[in-house]
């Protein structure tokens, strides 16, 4: 059994929030809807500072028919539920692509962007997507550390990717995670 064959098989099915305890909070993994964007670009913007994404960008990633995203929500003791990280994701034919991912500065080191890539990553399996590719900052340890740990490989490398981004010139790796 694959990897992502073990994944399903856990996973509970994508029209279903998703329950999941994070070291501390409580976290609930949906869809990202168009009212998330005021606060998605927010957490954008904590993550990417210099880059940010605002929330007219995020609103028209979300209309395209192909860009899904997940959200991960930490509910308080009074219901309401507020987004702590996200991930969104181009997908055509079978291949899929992760335009970004953000996670709350605060909410850091304890699973949540692994788990929001697993439930995408699932989403993706169950719609025979098999390759998920993304772009990384070769300088971006955290992220690095992230990829690795869901299997993705460095497939190739641009260098003088980010020339506009946080890091003038700085190289970008080509990486793929097979998922079928
Ligand atoms: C990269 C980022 C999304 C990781 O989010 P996170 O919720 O802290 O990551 P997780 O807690 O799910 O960690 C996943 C794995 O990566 C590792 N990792 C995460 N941050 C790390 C760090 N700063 N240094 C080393 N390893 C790290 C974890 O140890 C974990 O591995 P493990 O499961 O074996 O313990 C977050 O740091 C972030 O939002 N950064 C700014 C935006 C960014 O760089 N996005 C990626 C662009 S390509």
């Known amino acids: 059994m694959s990897l ?21 909070p409580l976290l609930v993994f949906e869809e990202a809807w168009a009212e998330d964007v005021d606060r998605l670009a927010a957490l954008h913007g904590a993550s990417f500072p210099g880059a940010a994404w605002t929330a007219a960008d995020l609103a028209a990633l ?3 028919e192909t860009v899904f995203g997940v959200v991960a929500r ?15 994701i181009r997908s ?4 899929a692509e992760v335009l970004t991912v953000a996670v709350a500065p605060t909410h850091r080191r304890r699973g949540v962007a692994r788990a929001l890539m697993e439930e995408a990553m699932r989403r993706l399996y169950r719609d025979r997507v098999a390759h998920l590719f993304l772009e990384v900052d070769a300088g971006n340890q955290a992220a690095l550390a992230l990829y690795r740990r869901l ?21 970008a790796l080509v990486m793929r995670a097979d998922l079928r």
């Open 74 to 88: 930490r509910a308080n003791a009074f219901g309401s539920r507020s987004a702590v990280g996200f991930v969104l």
């Open 151 to 171: 299997r993705f490989e460095k497939v190739g490398e641009r260098r003088g990717y980010y020339a506009h981004g946080s890091v003038p010139g700085a190289t």
């Open 62 to 64: 979300l209309r395209e």
């Open 92 to 95: 055509v034919a079978d291949e």
């Open 4 to 24: 992502w064959d073990e994944l399903w098989d856990w996973g509970a099915a994508w029209a279903a929030p998703v329950l999941a305890w994070s070291s501390m």
